[in-house]
């Protein structure tokens, strides 16, 4: 059975920064594609940042370009989101999810199998 299980969300003011983590189990972590989505109350979820298997090859979401940054730990399977600089059009649910057999990197909802719950960001203006 697989899981996916984020942490690190919180409440933080705008220009602050918090560091996202998700743990798998169950998964060959080392050949997932992984990626972070979000999703604010009444919008669609959309991609924030993916990378693939190897950490080779990363995609960012034009709104967090600059300012986020994914990296995965292949040896403790997990994955981050380091984010600096938080806005308040920030705030949402953020969730992790993972894929196996993707070529790359993908940013669509569609793509991947595995989901986490998701870990609440709240910026603060």
């Known amino acids: 059975q697989v899981q996916v299980v984020e942490s690190g969300g919180g409440l933080v003011q705008a220009g602050g920064s918090l560091r996202l983590s998700c743990t798998t189990s169950?998964?060959?972590?080392?050949?997932?594609?992984m990626a972070w989505f979000r999703q604010a109350p009444g919008k669609d979820r959309e991609g924030v940042s993916c990378?693939?298997?190897?950490?080779?090859?990363?995609y960012y979401a034009d709104s967090v370009k600059g300012r986020f940054t994914i990296s995965r730990d292949n040896a403790k399977n997990t994955l981050y989101l380091q984010m600096n600089s938080l806005k308040p059009e920030d705030t949402a649910m953020y969730y992790c999810a993972a894929a196996l057999g993707l070529p790359g990197t993908s940013s669509r909802v569609e793509d991947y199998k595995y989901w986490g719950q998701g870990t609440q960001v709240t910026v603060s203006s």
């Open positions: 169950g998964l060959s972590f080392w050949f997932a594609s």
């Open positions: 990378i693939n298997w190897k950490g080779a090859s990363t």
